[in-house]
């Protein structure tokens, strides 16, 4: 993971960007995993820990009618944590991470393992991939936090800046 983490620290550098995250199932690790390695403020701006949907609007913007009408743990739930998190900080690139990691909070619709990614560009394009893991809790969340990690490199390759 740290050979992804070295990429993307370079890949921002040569672009002179900065990056926030927004997290919700991961709780943090995406960042953790992003500071450990020391210099990492002159690429990463911020993180949010947004695990409420009241933590979503209250530091995102994300209003409560659409988390009424997606859900938080969606592809558009994930996309608007990632512009949300553009918006209030002062970084050029917004990732997220939003789902069920369990063992509880699944619903027919909404297995456990289901996580999205959402990405957005400062004055640029925002999107959103959904995934499905397996395995435990901290299984989970690892694989979301590295799948992040090889998503943010590929936005940032075919992104045209």
């Not at 659409?66 to 900080?89: H, I, Q, T, W």
């Not at 297995?111 to 957005?120: D, I």
């Amino acid at each position: 993971m740290q050979d992804l983490v070295d990429t993307l620290t370079a890949a921002l550098l040569a672009k002179k960007m900065k990056l926030v995250t927004a997290e919700s199932c991961t709780g943090g690790l995406l960042a953790t995993i992003i500071t450990h390695k020391p210099g990492a403020s002159k690429i990463f701006e911020r993180g949010f820990v947004t695990y409420s949907n009241e933590s979503k609007t209250d530091l995102l913007g994300i209003e409560t009618a659409m988390l009424d009408k997606y859900g938080a743990v969606s592809g558009p739930g994930a996309e608007f944590m990632a512009r949300g998190a553009l918006d209030n900080s002062r970084a050029d690139l917004a990732a997220s991470i939003t789902g069920i990691a369990g063992p509880d909070g699944a619903t027919p619709d909404k297995p456990v393992g289901l996580v999205f990614f959402g990405y957005a560009f400062k004055g640029g394009s925002a999107g959103s991939t959904e995934h499905r893991f397996t395995g435990s809790r901290t299984d989970i969340q690892a694989q979301a936090a590295t799948s992040a990690l090889k998503h943010l490199l590929s936005v940032l390759n075919r992104e045209r800046l």
